[in-house]
């Protein structure tokens, strides 16, 4: 039996050359050899467990938001991470990995939980959130987790404390060591639900103004520059503009914006002149844009302030 019929055989709903385009916020990368959307906890650990046996190399693929897919797609299987059922009981959420931040922050803000507010706004899952400690406006995922049940290197499923998930700036051992995040457990606080509310709500407002949101990109494609990491020079440089990320970060979009590349292409792809961090997408970008432009303008913040900027992105 060939390699998708043993797949299909497993999985009924597993497809081929499946465009990827479609499941990023790019809107960029070429299709996927296969494809399967798992709709539970299960269905995602036997997926796994298949694609290693089949010895198929696998990627997985939550809400899309923070990927850069190439234009030749995924010689493998892509797995969809759509488990998402969630409960909230007083003031602890247990949610499955797939579930949607959106969701999260409505649902806690309509009975008054308090500890979500900052992703207001927020593309893409709780699993994604979870791997990449996501965070904005002086909040991070970290803060409200409690435990993570995830799938580790030997496949096995294991709870991970707080501490265990060793969460640091845009990572945690998730990430580190590519475990398969499955659900989590958040402990939040109880508060007033009309101010949580209108928080959450003033920070979606504050992207639909300040994020180019009008064109699809992968959000922030550079880490913030952690301060303490810079040139003296550097740091006098931009002292005015230093804010806490929850650490004190020079903030990268002011960077590339001081190094004049807003506006900057290649091909389809822009350094967005509404938030210089962003690279959007004008229409038709390729994989292959973004990354010259990424190149580029590492390039001249490296030649210019002596840094040398990191991709936040995940690039397959
Ligand atoms: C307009 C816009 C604004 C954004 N603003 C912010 C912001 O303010 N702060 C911020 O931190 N990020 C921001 N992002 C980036 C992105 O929303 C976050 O990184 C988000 O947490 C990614 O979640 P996702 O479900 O979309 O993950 P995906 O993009 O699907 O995946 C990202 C990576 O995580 C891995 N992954 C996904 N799910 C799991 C899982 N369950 N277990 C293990 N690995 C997994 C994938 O394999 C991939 O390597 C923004 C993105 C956009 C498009």
């Known amino acids: 039996m060939g390699e998708f019929e043993t797949l299909k055989q497993q999985f009924p709903r597993v497809r081929r050359g499946v465009p990827l385009k479609k499941h990023t916020t790019f809107r960029i990368g070429g299709a996927a050899k296969y494809f399967f959307a798992a709709r539970t906890s299960d269905e995602l650990e036997s997926a796994v467990r298949t694609a290693k046996e089949l010895e198929l190399p ?37 949610a499955e990995a797939g579930v949607q931040m959106a969701t999260l922050v409505k649902e806690t803000g ?3 939980l308090q500890g979500l507010e900052w992703a ?13 400690n996501a965070g904005a406006f002086g909040g991070e995922i970290k803060d409200s987790v409690l435990r993570v049940e995830a799938i580790d290197q030997k496949g096995k499923r294991r709870m ?18 590519g475990y398969i995040v499955l659900s989590a457990t958040l402990q939040l606080k109880k508060g007033d639900k009309k101010n949580i509310q209108t928080i959450a709500k003033k920070h979606i407002q504050y992207r639909k103004e300040k994020h180019p949101l009008e064109y699809p ?45 807003p506006g900057l292409r290649c091909g389809g792809a822009q350094v967005s002149e509404k938030h210089p961090n962003y690279i959007v997408n004008r229409g038709d970008a390729r994989a292959k844009d973004v990354l010259e432009l990424i190149a580029k303008v590492k390039r001249e913040i490296k030649n210019k302030f002596g840094v040398d900027l990191e991709e936040e992105i995940t690039i397959l």
């Open 217 to 261: 990109s992968a959000g922030s494609i550079f880490k913030n520059c952690d301060l303490a990491k810079t040139p003296k020079k550097m740091q006098e440089h931009f002292k005015d503009v230093i804010k806490m990320d929850p650490f004190p970060v020079i903030p990268t979009a002011v960077i590339i914006a001081r190094a004049n590349l």
């Open 110 to 112: 309509k009975r008054g």
């Open 120 to 132: 207001g706004g927020l593309p893409g899952t709780l699993g994604g959130a979870v791997r990449g």
């Open 160 to 177: 991970f404390s707080k501490k265990q998930c060793k969460f640091s700036y845009r990572s945690s051992i998730f990430k580190e060591r």
């Open 58 to 94: 696998f990627f997985l693929l939550s809400g899309g938001s923070n990927v850069l897919v190439s234009d030749n797609g995924f010689p493998g299987l892509v797995i969809q991470i759509k488990n998402s059922k969630f409960k909230i009981e007083n003031s602890a959420v247990r």
